[in-house]
Each structure stands twice: as C-alpha cells, then as structure tokens.
C-alpha cells in the first residue's frame, strides 16, 4: 500500500511513523511533513489546506489511503472530495466533521441528546455577551471562540473582567477572525481532565486508551492556553467502570446524533472531558486525534493501526477486535518557541538532534521544523515532543526529560510537570 499522510505536526509525525512500521504499507508519504516526518516518509510540497492540490496528488499518485491529520481540511471538506472522486480517506465528512469546527453546534449535539456537558450560552453579538457578563454574579466562566482556532480560542476567565477581555478579543479586536465571530460562554467546571478518543465507523464504536493533556503553557497549569504542552497515557482514575459510562454516556450517543446528519461519522471522535463529582462532562469534541495525545497512546498501542484505519473507511470496523496496548507509562513533554503561544520567532537552529539515542521506547516527534541547508530550525510554535515509555512513571519522565536536556534552540521552554498529576 502507498499511505499519503495531510499535515504537518507533531500528531502526523506520530500517525507517519505508526504507519510505517505497518506490513501492510509500502511506502508512506505526507503533505506537506516537516523535517523529522521526512526521516519516515517521502513529504510532498502540498499544504494541509489546499484541497485540490492534495485531491491532485491523490489521483496521480494512485495513493491506496489517505489519513487526514489536522482539524482545518476535515473542517473544510476534504473528506467530501476525495469521497466524490472514489478514493479511500479516513476521517468525517464536513457535515460530521462541525463537532469540531462550531462549538455552538456541539453544544446543541449534546443539549439534544442529553450528553452530560456544563450549562453554555451563545452569543452572536458582543453586546448581548457584554451585558449577559454584566449581569451574571462574580465568579469564573469559559469563554470559547464558537470556530477553528488552533486550540487557542478557550480562555478560562477567573473574574468578570477577564471574561469581557477575552470577549472583546473574540468579538470586537477579531483576535481569531472569523473564527470569534460566535462566542460560546460555559459554566466553569472542577475536576481532572481527560481525554478520551474513538476510532468509529458510524456503527461500531472502538475507545482507545485515555490520556491527559496539560493545556496551559506554564507549570502548575498557570498562563494562556496553547495547542497543549504535554501529555501521558494511561490515566489510572479513568479505567473499568469509568470507562463504560464515558462509552455508553458520551461516544454513543454523540456518534448516534452525529450520524442523523445524513451519513455516518467515520474517524476519530475525541472527547475532551472533565471528570467531576457528579460524573463526566463535555468540555469539547474534536473530530480527529488529539495533539500531543496522538504521541503517547501511538507509542503504547502495540497493535498495527492501518486495519484499523482501512476497517473504518470501509464500515467494517466491527469485524476487528480491540487494539492490543502496552501496559508502560508513556510520557509526552512538548518543547515550544519563546513567546509561545504569542508572538515568537522561526527559523532558530536545532542543537543536538542527530546525538540522540531514539528507538521503540523513546522518540522526538516533530511538531514545527523545517530543513535549512543542513540544519533542522525551528517553523513553528510547538517545535518537537520527547515521548519515552517506562514501567514507571518516575522511569517515563526522567527519559523524556533527559532527552530535552541534550537539545537547545533559542527561546526553547517546557513545562517540568508533565505527568505529575499521576502521582499518588
């Protein structure tokens, strides 16, 4: 088989390098890659958000499966148009694919069909949310930009005053575009969050195994929301019974209400959930694998993924059984560019890549990297991930984190809790 992989990051880096290691796959290729996907597949010159230059190369290169990674092409109808022209894509068509691209939307998907989710207001005027602000008592909210905004279109208002902010910003500064032109006020929830994805083919439903994403740039959850600083699989809080009322409460009877729109869902389903005293809430859907989880649970699933990503494209996932998974800890440390995630500055060399000692147990998933002559420099914010399997935690993060230490560019930041919320 010939693969072709869309995106560019650090979770394609990861789906190149599973796919790879496939019997099944001859050769994998990835639009547009970055400089560590080119270490495992042939990248070609196509953008993630050019359709018909990735439906082109498709057709030419008789690719036999496409895997979308990133949320914008899945948005934009990618999926559709491979579709109409007969070739094989995994991920939601557009109509499925608004559980993602309009919070608005999934909040009425959960309203409808009485999945557990805080109580959330919409608003498509800033003055109606300045005044619903105004009037609401003290106290933290969540404001959301309703569309796209690269994970970082969430501010967690701890007063009134922060929530007009981060309102104004959606609103009326167009800070994420279109993107914030609906705002999404929800109530502020308490608990541990967790992340639990879905391999579905409309019909049967297959749950991965549950990580943890550390959203805030700095230690101690502290700072604005980013694309995510880190992750770790397993989470021992989420298992067994937990596990079937996240299954049978959330992924079924989303995926049920997703597929009224008119066909089934088909990909990823992720639901990014906090887990509170009265049980799980939605805090959001996404519809493609997560980023930075997609690295850990890829270095724990000991099960080759293309049956599972072929099964799904052809609606016959229920003839597979479960994925086999590594029982280890894996832990997953992101290293972003200074100012991140505001304004920081591309194009710093990459010390002390071609040292490292990497293998099935520990890897460097690029995120944001490019080729300059013989350097690998940074392009993006989220520059690479350290992912190191351990029998233990303690095992897993001094790996990751040793590998961070023998690596330098300018401006280089990462939180050093990753993982600690696994303690005790």
């Known amino acids: 088989m010939q693969v072709l992989v869309v995106g560019s990051g650090g979770r394609e880096h990861a789906l190149a390098w599973k796919i790879a290691q496939s019997p099944l796959v001859d050769r994998v290729h990835c639009a ?66 608004r559980v993602e691209g309009d919070k608005a939307f999934a909040r009425e998907l959960c309203q409808r069909h009485r999945i557990p989710s805080p109580s959330h207001w919409t608003f498509e005027e800033y003055p ?20 796209l905004a690269a994970g970082k279109g969430v ?12 309102v104004r910003e959606c609103m009326e500064s167009g800070r994420f575009g279109d993107a914030g032109r609906r705002v999404v006020l929800e109530e502020f929830l308490e608990g541990e969050e967790v992340s639990v994805i879905c391999i579905t083919d409309g019909e049967t439903i297959l749950p991965l195994e549950p990580a943890q994403d550390h959203k805030q740039v700095f230690d101690g959850d502290k700072g604005p929301n980013t694309g995510g600083m880190g992750a770790f699989s397993p989470v021992p809080s989420v298992r067994g019974r937990i596990l079937g009322q996240i299954e049978t409460q959330v992924l079924l009877p989303a995926v049920h209400g ?13 639901a990014g959930l906090m887990m509170t005293h009265g049980g799980p809430r939605v805090l959001e859907f996404n519809c493609r694998f997560g980023d930075p989880e997609t690295q850990p649970l890829l270095m724990r699933m000991k099960s080759d993924i293309v049956p599972y990503l072929l099964a799904t494209t052809e609606g016959k996932l229920g003839e597979l059984e479960a994925p086999e998974w590594d029982p280890r800890i ?10 991140y995630p505001g304004d920081y500055t591309k194009g710093m060399p990459i010390l002390g890549l071609d040292t490292l000692e990497i293998g099935p147990d520990l890897q460097v998933f690029h995120s944001g990297t490019a080729r300059r002559g013989g350097d690998v420099v940074t392009a993006g914010g989220r520059v690479l991930a350290a992912c190191a399997l351990g029998e233990t935690l303690d095992e897993a993060r001094a790996r990751a984190y040793g590998v961070l230490e023998e690596i330098d560019f300018h401006g280089m930041h990462y939180r050093k ?7 005790g």
Do not use: H, W
């Open 417 to 423: 809790d990753i993982g600690t919320r696994m303690d």
């Open 330 to 339: 894996a832990v997953c440390v992101m290293a972003t560019a200074g100012g």
């Open 128 to 147: 109606q949310a300045k005044a619903f602000l105004e009037n609401r008592e003290e106290g933290p909210i969540v404001v959301k930009a309703s569309g």
């Open 32 to 97: 547009p890659g970055n400089a560590g996907i080119a270490e495992v597949a042939d990248c070609r010159p196509v953008k993630a958000d050019d359709i018909d230059g990735l439906l082109e190369l498709a057709k030419a290169e008789k690719f036999d499966l496409t895997v979308v990674g990133p949320e914008a092409p899945l948005c934009d109808g990618i999926v559709d148009a491979f579709e109409r022209e007969g070739l094989k894509i995994f991920g939601p068509n557009q109509s499925c694919a």
């Open 258 to 270: 997703l597929n009224q729109s008119g066909s089934a869902f088909r990909g990823f389903l992720y």
């Open 155 to 166: 501010t967690v208002a701890e007063s009134r005053a922060v929530a007009l902010d981060a």
